[in-house]
């Protein structure tokens, strides 16, 4: 299993802050994050976002990164200064 965390508005978009998901046939970040679009509609336009951010194993990290069982991955909105 692969923990999954979310943070800030995009935790509020999917009413969800972590969940665990199966590991299987998942081989990168941004594998998972296609597959947890497959929920709803809702995770789909939530995690479509280009711009989304994401942490694997708590180190910042491209969608293209190898992913397994046992890691925790974070998605996160881009962060904005002002």
């Given at each position: 299993m ?6 800030a ?13 199966d ?10 994050r ?5 929920k709803?509609?809702a ?8 711009q ?6 708590q ?8 992913v ?14 002002g």
């Amino acid at each position: 299993m692969i923990k999954v965390l979310f943070f800030a508005s995009l935790r509020e978009q999917l009413g969800c802050d972590a969940l665990e998901a199966d590991a299987t046939g998942v081989t990168n970040l941004d594998a998972l994050r296609k597959k947890l679009s497959e929920k709803d509609p809702a995770w789909q336009t939530a995690l479509a976002n280009e711009q989304l951010q994401v942490a694997l194993n708590q180190q910042l990290s491209t969608m293209d990164a190898a992913v397994k069982d046992g890691d925790e991955v974070a998605f996160f909105p881009p962060v904005t200064g002002g």
